[in-house]
């Protein structure tokens, strides 16, 4: 959304910075871990949505290592699906803002398709503003723009790297977001977020069971939740599994 100022076009001080720790970068395989959003009016923070998730499978030592989530922290967390109408409400309309935003987006999107909801959002990246506001700065992770910009953060947890985000936002819009500045009066408002999702076929119980037989045949331990598992990735994990063990 976007008011009108004389011939200006300006970004409300009102959106939702949104993060995502997930078990990887591919919104088809991976899954999501944790949640942080802060709803912001008139560049002030004035709520904040965290959740830890249940991603239904085990999570990769790596990302344990980069976030601290281990699997004992989400495993009595709720599935995303459980909280699709929580997150839906504190973002309401609100435009999105993140470092990468476009990512978090599809993995949010995909999960919304699936649940048969709409998920139609814009946004704003803080690394697209940085790559063109700051070309001097030798990288432009979120962790080196709070670096620059002396922002305390405790990077790879959601809700921290979300705030961080918006503080970033904040100090890039005022020295760059200034009215005689007519490509920032673009820059710095809300753009459409825009990624095909198409929704995925839950897996039947027949093709749960084969894979569950083919597991203990294997002597494979189970480390997804198949009862949480689409049709696709079963399949996908089932025709691994006969590529490297047979039937």
Avoid: W
């Avoid at 294997?218 to 990735?233: C, W």
Wanted: glycine letters at 6%.
């Amino acid at each position: 959304m976007t008011i009108h100022a004389g011939n200006t076009m300006r970004l409300p001080d009102r959106y939702v910075a949104l993060d995502l720790e997930m078990t990887g970068l591919s919104p088809k395989r991976d899954r999501i871990i944790e949640i942080g959003a802060v709803l912001v009016e008139n560049g002030d923070a004035r709520a904040v949505f965290s959740r830890l998730i249940n991603p239904g499978r085990e999570i990769p030592e790596r990302i344990t290592e980069i976030t601290g989530i281990t699997e004992a922290d989400v495993r009595n967390a709720p599935y995303v699906e459980e909280i699709l109408t929580e997150l839906s409400d504190f973002i309401g309309d609100n435009d999105l803002l993140g470092h990468r935003i476009l990512l978090d987006y599809t993995f949010l999107k995909r999960v919304f398709v699936n649940a048969g909801r709409a998920f139609e959002k814009n946004g704003i990246d803080t690394l697209k503003l940085a790559r063109k506001y700051l070309p001097e700065l030798p990288g432009r992770r979120l962790s080196e723009l709070c670096a620059y910009y002396e922002i305390p953060l405790r990077a790879h947890r959601a809700a921290d790297d979300a705030m961080a985000a918006h503080t970033v936002y904040q100090r890039l819009r005022l020295a760059f977001d200034t009215p005689s500045n007519t490509d920032a009066q673009k820059d710095f408002r809300a753009h459409p977020l825009v990624c095909s999702i198409k929704k995925e076929s839950p897996a039947g119980r027949g093709q749960k069971d084969r894979l569950l037989s083919l597991l203990r045949r294997h002597n494979l331990p189970v480390t997804v939740d198949v009862e949480h598992m689409s049709k696709n990735e079963i399949s996908r994990l089932t025709d691994r599994i006969l590529a490297r063990y047979g039937r």
